[in-house]
Nanobody
Framework: QVQLVESGGGLVQPGGSLRLSCKAS????????MAWYRQAPGKQRELVAS???????NYVGSVKGRFTVSRQNNRNTVYLNMNNLKPEDTAVYYC??????????????WGQGTQVTVSS
């Protein structure tokens, strides 16, 4: 079955760094647009960073210059490098894979999430 498995979350002090990984199984990975979302308690789920099948990236303004999203298609893996972490980055981070080439074909998969806690 299709799986997206995140890893790399944990507890880190403000100013620290983490790298999140998301490995996909049972999808044609290179055609999918990949993204990282996060959700903090009491807040809506937020798109943090995305990378298209062609490698174009986008970031929410609050993480620009601090986070970097990348992908390695030969490993079916997308990464989120997070630097200079702030307490406001604390959330559950989710990996998303999306493929919607036609109105009839619309695939959208989610990982289970990984907790990132930034605290002193």
């Amino acid at each position: 079955q299709v799986q997206l498995v995140e890893s790399g979350g944990g507890l880190v002090q403000p100013g620290g760094s983490l790298r999140l990984s998301c490995k996909a199984s049972e999808i044609t990975f290179y055609v999918y647009d990949m993204a990282w979302y996060r959700q903090a308690p009491g807040k809506q789920r937020e798109l943090v960073a995305s990378i298209t099948s062609l490698g174009r990236t986008n970031y929410v303004g609050s993480v620009k210059g601090r986070f970097t999203v990348s992908r390695q298609n030969n490993r079916n893996t997308v990464y989120l490098n997070m630097n200079n972490l702030k307490p406001e980055d604390t959330a559950v981070y989710y990996c998303n894979a999306k493929y919607n080439p036609t109105i009839e074909i619309n695939f959208d998969y989610w990982g289970q999430g990984t907790q990132v806690t930034v605290s002193s």
